[in-house]
């Protein structure tokens, strides 16, 4: 979500930066009494004089506005993948977090030492964490030993009750 919101505030800030631009060099026009760059604005003055408020089309695009900045506000609002997790404070008064990128490098670990694992992937969300391990043997048959190693992990860091593990096996096709 991170990245969306990036995107996003990016694309706005440019097109605010080219728009407010393009004002000013249309205003600087005016005022020298030269022909209008790429607004007509004495058109648009004449026409905008003759609506109002009420008008359909000054109500649509009031409207389009509107629902614009609020998707925009619950995209910004939405919440993103955590930077750290907490982890349970073995001793009073301490509170210790783990990065996610470490987590997610330790449960890849943990699962790349099930025999015949190849490669791993973890991914790690709020409430849940999703592993994809690859292997070159049939994926039934490991299953349970990744999974096994990913909860492993998890109970070690005391995680077990906070984040739910989520482990899929594929086989690699052969080249």
């Given at each position: 979500?991170?990245?969306?919101?990036?995107?996003?505030?990016?694309?706005?800030?440019?097109?605010?930066?080219l728009?407010?631009?393009?004002?000013?060099?249309?205003?600087?026009?005016?005022?020298?009494?030269?022909?209008?760059?790429?607004?007509p604005?004495?058109?648009?003055?004449?026409?905008?004089?003759?609506?109002?408020?009420g008008?359909?089309?000054?109500?649509?695009?009031?409207?389009?506005?509107?629902?614009?900045?609020?998707?925009?506000?619950?995209?910004?609002?939405?919440?993103?993948?955590?930077?750290?997790?907490?982890?349970?404070?073995?001793?009073?008064?301490?509170?210790?977090?783990?990065?996610r990128?470490?987590?997610?490098?330790?449960?890849?670990?943990?699962?790349?030492?099930?025999?015949?694992?190849?490669?791993?992937?973890?991914?790690?969300?709020?409430r849940?964490?999703?592993?994809?391990?690859?292997?070159?043997?049939?994926?039934?048959?490991?299953?349970?030993?990744?999974?096994?190693a990913?909860?492993?992990?998890?109970?070690?860091?005391?995680?077990?009750?906070?984040?739910?593990?989520?482990?899929?096996?594929?086989?690699?096709?052969?080249?």
């Amino acid at each position: 979500m991170h990245v969306l919101n990036r995107v996003l505030a990016t694309l706005l800030a440019l097109g605010l930066f080219l728009g407010g631009l393009l004002a000013v060099v249309e205003i600087v026009l005016a005022v020298l009494d030269r022909p209008s760059w790429l607004i007509p604005h004495q058109q648009w003055a004449q026409s905008l004089t003759g609506e109002s408020f009420g008008g359909g089309v000054v109500r649509a695009v009031l409207i389009g506005l509107v629902v614009l900045g609020l998707l925009l506000l619950l995209v910004g609002l939405g919440r993103g993948k955590p930077g750290s997790i907490p982890l349970p404070a073995r001793t009073d008064g301490v509170q210790v977090t783990a990065s996610r990128r470490g987590l997610e490098r330790s449960l890849v670990t943990s699962a790349r030492r099930a025999d015949g694992v190849r490669s791993a992937r973890a991914k790690v969300g709020r409430r849940k964490v999703t592993v994809k391990a690859s292997t070159a043997v049939r994926s039934g048959d490991l299953q349970q030993p990744v999974t096994a190693a990913v909860t492993e992990r998890l109970a070690e860091l005391s995680l077990t009750g906070v984040l739910r593990p989520r482990v899929t096996v594929s086989q690699e096709k052969s080249r």
